[in-house]
């Protein structure tokens, strides 16, 4: 009896055993998904976006040195791998910062080249085409959203936003200070996230005028991206900043959320770094943070005192889950983040770039699911 009972338990715990291992194999978690062979190692990601499992965009620069200006990179997911992308006529020397989409066959690239100009790309069939840039604008940003494409980008110094009416660009006011991001939900609905010279500052477009709020009051403080998942909830990621401090002392992040009333902050499980990237679920809601360079106090009298925080935060409407990116081979922690969700899927793209060997920087594209 006693060894029925010996084996009965065993063949228990085995099986326990069998089961957690199998949820643990499937548990998600980011994985590094390599570039293409032709990618040379110095080179980085800026932003991509994703249409379905098999097609996704990725831009950025390649083969960058300390006097080389590099050249633009464009990278496609054909459902296996990222391919590099030839692009016919971009005879020039630079890097792509931005692309954005409303459907497979309307993308829009936005770069710079080496002597500074404005660089402007389009797919609207099977091919990339350079495209005029709106006269005398420095481009930084291209973005998307419920049919709709902005750009973002300067004038003789000053900021100015860009609407594609299907012919051309159109002026847009400006808010007043900054715009770093945007989050378009109709003509007369847009959220921008920026700053002023009174800190981090949200505002909201109705089609005739900013409506503007100081959402963190501190010196220097600043969201770049911004997601409105209704008119009773809207999030701001970005850096809280201060005045003060010993020289190359991190700065905290800084993630704010909109009731319909006020603004609150949001506390994270990380103490320095910068929010970097928004991302929604499959309906809408507050998705993934990416947080770049998070940093953790370390124990009491540890040294060094900051240990690396989580890169990635999901949301599931009451609480944070942390992961950190994977660790890749002769390569450290990555410098820039910015998602991209696969429409339909609970799938997530970041890329962006991360320390190389002797001080270079290496491409760096991650999954999640």
């Known amino acids: 009896m006693a060894r029925r009972l010996l084996v009965a ?13 199998s949820a643990a194999a499937e548990s998600p978690s980011w994985q590094h998904v390599p570039v293409p062979a032709q990618v040379r190692p110095q080179a980085g990601l800026n932003e991509a976006v994703a249409f379905g499992p098999d097609r996704a965009w990725a831009v950025g620069t390649d083969a ?14 054909n459902g296996t791998a990222w391919q590099r992308q030839s692009l016919p006529g971009a005879e020039w020397q630079g890097e792509l910062l931005s692309i954005a989409a409303t459907s497979p066959t309307a993308i829009w690239a ?18 990339w085409r350079e495209s005029r840039p709106p006269r005398g604008v420095v481009l930084t940003k291209a973005v998307a959203g419920s049919g709709e494409t ?15 009416d299907g012919r051309g660009w159109r002026d847009v006011p400006v808010p007043p200070g900054w715009v770093y991001g945007l989050h378009i939900l109709a003509a007369d609905d847009v959220w921008a996230a920026g700053d002023t010279t009174s800190g981090a500052a949200v505002s909201h477009w109705d089609g005739k005028a900013w409506q503007q709020t100081i959402v963190q009051g501190f010196p220097r403080s600043a969201v770049s991206s911004v997601l409105a998942v209704s008119p009773t909830e809207v999030w701001a990621g970005g850096t809280e900043g ?31 770094g910068s929010i970097s990237s928004l991302t929604p679920t499959t309906s809408g809601a507050l998705g993934w943070v990416a947080v770049a360079r998070s940093q953790k106090w370390g ?5 060094p005192p900051l ?42 793209w970041s890329v962006g770039r991360a320390d190389g ?3 270079t920087f290496a491409p760096r594209i991650l999954r999640f699911g």
């Open 9 to 21: 338990a065993l063949a228990f715990a085995m099986a326990f055993l069998a089961v957690m291992a």
């Open 64 to 77: 960058v040195g300390r006097e080389a200006p590099g050249f633009p990179l464009m990278l496609r997911w």
């Open 110 to 127: 936005v770069g710079r080249d080496s002597a500074g100009g404005a660089r402007l790309l389009r797919r609207d069939g099977d091919a």
């Open 150 to 164: 902005w750009l973002i980008g300067s004038r003789d110094g000053a900021q100015v936003l860009l609407r594609w």
């Open 242 to 272: 201060f005045v003060g401090g010993p020289p190359g002392r991190p700065i905290p992040p800084l993630l704010v959320r909109f009731d319909g009333h006020q603004w609150n902050r949001v506390s994270v499980p990380t103490n320095f």
């Open 299 to 303: 124990p009491p009298g540890s040294y």
């Open 307 to 348: 240990v690396p925080g989580p890169d990635f935060l999901a949301w599931n409407g009451q609480s944070f889950t942390e992961y950190s990116e994977p660790t890749v081979a002769g390569e450290g922690e990555s410098w820039v983040l910015r998602l991209a969700p696969v429409p339909g899927t609970a799938t997530v």
């Open 357 to 359: 060997p002797q001080g």
